[in-house]
């Protein structure tokens, strides 16, 4: 199976800040690669699909960068509504989702 | 608008098993696939396993494999999960998901979640 390796594990910044959340996995997964947001007591969210490709609705603040076993989902400017927690979710073999990375405010 | 809408809360016992549905509208139901992916108290996600609503096809994650059957049901664009030989590691909430055109692991549309308790 694919090894998926979210870091930080947690992370706190302030309001306005550029906060980069990075994604690795043992073995290349090429482009196959998802990012989703998961607010407290809510079910998850897609933000990103195929690396880079920012979901309909979702804000601009967020991007997605990266290919084969290297990627990174960078929020550009912290809003308090970011607070959450991130996971990653490869789809090139049998889907698996990273143990995730919990944002908090500062 | 595209709504898929589970089904209530549950408590079993450990060794029985569970049923959980997922009522879907807004799209044409054979078009897309229906995922499945649990969460744990306070832990992350984790993928359990994909039907085809056009033909039944699964995709079992191995470690669901033997102990979940997912099912659709076309007359009334509904999916269901059955756990069977549940332990208490298997309390969680569990999601079922949609696909967005062109993928149908980009997961774009979500249930709300249903708890599942096992306890004796």
């Known amino acids: 199976d694919i090894q998926m390796t979210q870091s930080p594990s947690s992370l706190s910044a302030s309001v306005g800040d550029r906060v980069t959340l990075t994604c690795r996995t043992s073995?290349?997964?090429?482009?196959?690669l998802n990012w989703y947001q998961q607010r407290p007591g809510k079910a998850p969210k897609l933000l990103i699909f195929?690396?880079?490709n920012l979901e309909t609705g979702v804000p601009s603040r967020f991007g997605g960068s990266g290919s084969g076993t290297d990627f990174t989902l960078t929020i550009s400017s912290l809003q308090p509504e970011d607070v959450a927690t991130y996971y990653c979710?490869?789809?090139?073999?049998?889907?698996?989702f990273g143990r995730g990375t919990r944002v908090e405010i500062k | 608008q595209v709504s898929l809408v589970q089904s209530g809360p549950e408590v079993s016992k450990p060794g029985a098993s569970v049923k959980v549905s997922c009522k879907t509208s807004?799209?044409?139901?054979?078009?897309?696939?229906i995922t499945w992916v649990r969460q744990a108290p306070g832990q992350g996600l984790e993928w359990m396993g994909w039907?085809?609503?056009?033909?039944?096809?699964?995709n079992y994650g191995h470690k669901f494999r033997g102990r979940v059957t997912m099912t659709t049901d076309t007359s009334t664009t509904t999916a269901h999960l059955d756990v069977r030989r549940l332990t208490t590691d298997d309390t969680a909430v569990y999601y079922c998901?949609?696909?967005?055109?062109?993928?149908?692991?980009?997961?774009?549309?979500w249930g709300q979640g249903t708890l599942v308790t096992v306890s004796s």
């Open positions: 998901a949609r696909g967005r055109p062109g993928g149908e692991q980009w997961l774009a549309t």
């Open positions: 807004g799209y044409n139901f054979t078009t897309y696939g």
């Open positions: 039907i085809s609503a056009y033909n039944g096809n699964t």
């Open positions: 073995e290349s997964v090429r482009s196959f």
């Open positions: 195929a690396a880079t």
């Open positions: 979710q490869q789809t090139y073999l049998f889907p698996a």
